[in-house]
């Protein structure tokens, strides 16, 4: 299994980036998918969800209006179009993908190594 993010790098304040995750070695059409954040010193944050289908999709507040995720099921990517970007933007940016198992299973969660977003002037 692996999830390999990319797409990261250096931008302005204001400017965009778009994130990629290319999933391989499991169903990935059947997984939903996340996005999370882990900014220096502070924990890992979700940031966007998307369903196995991409019919349903939820935001954090703080990245709202600005960030929007997609998938495409054909490709087994997930991506995450960043515009407005803030400094407080900064972040490793993880690729994560999870099903449910039910009868009191823990999911299955698989994730990326990572991509560095700075936002910076």
């Known amino acids: 299994v692996q999830l390999v993010e990319s797409g990261g790098g250096l931008v302005q304040p204001g400017g965009s980036l778009r994130l990629s995750c290319a999933g391989s070695?499991?169903?990935?059409?059947?997984?939903?998918m996340r996005w999370y954040r882990q900014a220096p010193g502070k924990e890992r944050e979700l940031v966007a969800v998307?369903?196995?289908?991409?019919?349903?999709?939820n935001y954090a507040d703080s990245v709202k209006g600005r960030f929007t995720m997609s998938r495409d099921n054909a490709e087994s990517t997930v991506f995450l179009q960043m515009n407005s970007l803030k400094p407080e933007d900064t972040a490793v940016y993880y690729c994560?993908?999870?099903?449910?198992?039910?009868?009191?299973?823990?999911?299955?969660?698989?994730w990326g190594q990572g991509t560095q977003v700075t936002v910076s002037s």
């Open positions: 994560n993908a999870r099903r449910s198992r039910g009868r009191g299973l823990p999911p299955l969660d698989y």
């Open positions: 070695g499991f169903t990935f059409s059947r997984y939903d």
């Open positions: 998307i369903t196995s289908a991409g019919d349903s999709k």
